[in-house]
C-alpha cells in the first residue's frame, strides 16, 4: 500500500512562506503525476499543482507565480509557497497517481493557515 506523508504546514503571515514536502514509500518515477491538492473549510477539495512524470508542471490559476511544484529523484516532492494570502488556508494534501492500475492514493492532510 502506498504512503504519502506531508509535513511542513503552519501558521504564517500573510506575504510569508511555507514549503511543504511529501515523502512517499516509493519511488516517486512509480507514479504518473504527483502534486498538490487543497481543502479549505465548506469548499471543495482543489488542484493546487501537479508535477507529471516528464517533469511538465500544472498549477491552479490562483497560485501561478507564487508556488513551485518540485521533486527528487527519489521520494519526495515539495511544494514552495510563497507570498502567501489568507485565501491559502486550508488542508494541503498530497497526492499520487499510478495510471497503469488507474488508482490514486492521498496523504492525511497537512493544514496551512495564513492570517492577516
Known amino acids: 500500500q502506498v504512503q504519502l506523508v506531508e509535513s511542513g504546514g503552519g501558521l504564517v503571515q500573510a506575504g510569508g512562506s511555507l514549503r511543504l514536502s511529501c515523502l512517499a514509500s516509493e519511488s516517486v518515477r512509480n507514479f504518473n503525476t504527483m502534486g498538490w491538492y487543497r481543502q479549505a473549510p465548506g469548499k471543495q477539495r482543489e488542484l493546487v499543482a501537479h508535477?507529471?512524470?516528464?517533469?511538465?508542471t500544472n498549477y491552479a490559476d490562483s497560485v501561478k507565480g507564487r508556488f513551485t511544484i518540485s521533486r527528487d529523484n527519489a521520494n519526495r516532492i515539495e511544494l514552495q509557497m510563497n507570498n502567501l494570502k489568507p485565501e491559502d488556508t486550508a488542508i494541503y494534501y498530497c497526492n499520487a497517481w499510478r495510471g497503469i492500475t488507474r488508482k490514486s492514493y492521498w496523504g492525511q492532510g497537512t493544514q496551512v493557515t495564513v492570517s492577516s
Open positions: 508535477i507529471m512524470y516528464g517533469g511538465d
